[in-house]
């Protein structure tokens, strides 16, 4: 029964088959999980992976040694079913600012503090305590950076003078007087080097740097005009 039922729970988790997936920690962990960069039999380490990915079944297991054991083994097997699924890429949300509609080059430059300029590392950061019925993954990093192959340089959003003008009249309909755009940049992870533990108590690393390094690939940046992401402005492709 215990089988059973631990296999029922695995089976209601959705697979990550987006084209790109949200930054949040599981599918974070699950990217690891995916490169291969670390070893999913290290007890330690598949207890850290069922608190952050499966918390219902750490909670409801974990107390029991002999329970749990045969959840472990449950996890493994589905981990291995499911890594084909696990997220390869990335859709990272960010909000700039349009600054003045420049009539020669017929595009909207973006503000100074918002100019998208030799960019090539994206950081998602985990400040909040993950927390699964008083547990935490001590174990897991939780700093990411993804870094591009090559820099980024988007100096505006091009549009011929009607389109810019629309979009101004638009946004000055909806309120949006700051001029705001809200952009999707779409990342695919080509390469993550192996994590190891300095010792057993210690945080999954890398050999050099903070956090976990993804090398990348930025594949396309999508820019709206509502936070809602349903009024494409714009598409950029490298």
Not at 33 to 56: H, K, P, Q, S
Not at 209 to 234: C, H, Q
């Amino acid at each position: 029964m215990l089988m059973v039922f631990i296999a029922a729970l695995l089976l209601a988790t959705p697979a990550y088959a987006e084209d790109y997936a949200s930054t949040n920690y599981v599918n974070l962990i699950k990217t690891l999980v995916r490169f291969g960069t670390f070893d999913i039999n290290d007890d330690d380490l598949i207890d850290n992976y069922a608190m952050v990915v499966e918390c219902e079944i750490y909670k409801n297991h974990y107390h029991d040694d002999f329970k749990w054991n045969k959840a472990r083994a449950a996890l493994r097997k589905a981990i291995r079913q499911d890594v084909s699924s696990f997220p390869t890429a990335y859709r990272y949300a960010a909000t700039l600012q349009l600054g003045r509609y420049d009539f020669k080059k017929k595009m909207y430059n973006f503000s100074e503090n918002t100019s998208v300029r030799n960019v090539n590392v994206f950081t998602i950061e985990n400040n909040g305590r993950i927390d699964c019925y008083g547990k935490q993954p001590a174990l897991l990093p939780t700093m990411f950076r993804m870094v591009l192959n090559e820099p980024l340089n988007i100096t505006g959003l091009p549009l011929p003078e009607g389109d810019a003008n629309i979009l101004m009249k638009r946004m000055d309909e909806s309120g949006n007087q700051e001029r705001l755009v809200y952009s999707d940049f779409n990342i695919r992870i080509t390469f993550i080097a192996p994590l190891y533990r300095a010792k057993r108590s210690s945080v999954l690393e890398q050999d050099k740097g903070v956090g976990v390094r993804m090398d990348a690939r930025l594949e396309s940046v999508n820019f709206y005009s509502d936070p809602e992401r349903t009024k494409l402005i714009y598409s950029y492709r490298p």
